[in-house]
């Protein structure tokens, strides 16, 4: 398990199936904090403007919580996503941003 915090700056979280990144602006200049090989990743912003962009990441739109259905030990990958502004999900595979999610306290997302 791997926790990434932001700042109170605007920090910009990047997901991939094989990479979370966490960058930003601090007090003491440009930092970047990666989590590569964890099953679980939290992820948490600051009090600024914090983005997230996940590509071929699965939210359920309807919960934004786990997937009722499947254990979490089954998911290849999961990131907890608490206090971003925003929230883009893209899709490698035809380049679109395929939804967004503005203001939720907290996501879950997962990579199959």
């Known amino acids: 398990m791997a926790d990434l915090s932001g700042t109170t700056g605007i920090d910009q979280l990047t997901g991939m199936p094989t990479e979370v990144?966490?960058?930003?602006t601090n007090a003491k200049g440009s930092f970047a904090h990666f989590a590569k090989g964890f099953d679980?990743?939290?992820?948490?912003?600051?009090?600024?403007?914090d983005k997230a962009v996940l590509t071929d990441a699965?939210?359920?739109?309807?919960?934004?919580g786990p997937p009722p259905d499947v254990p979490l030990e089954d998911l290849a990958q999961i990131l907890w996503l608490n206090q971003f502004e925003k929230i883009e999900l893209w899709d490698s595979a035809t380049g679109e941003k395929t939804a967004e999610i503005d203001n939720v306290d907290a996501v879950f997302a997962w990579w199959e």
């Open 21 to 24: 990144s966490l960058s930003g």
């Open 40 to 49: 679980k990743i939290n992820a948490f912003g600051g009090a600024g403007q």
């Open 58 to 64: 699965v939210v359920d739109m309807a919960t934004y």
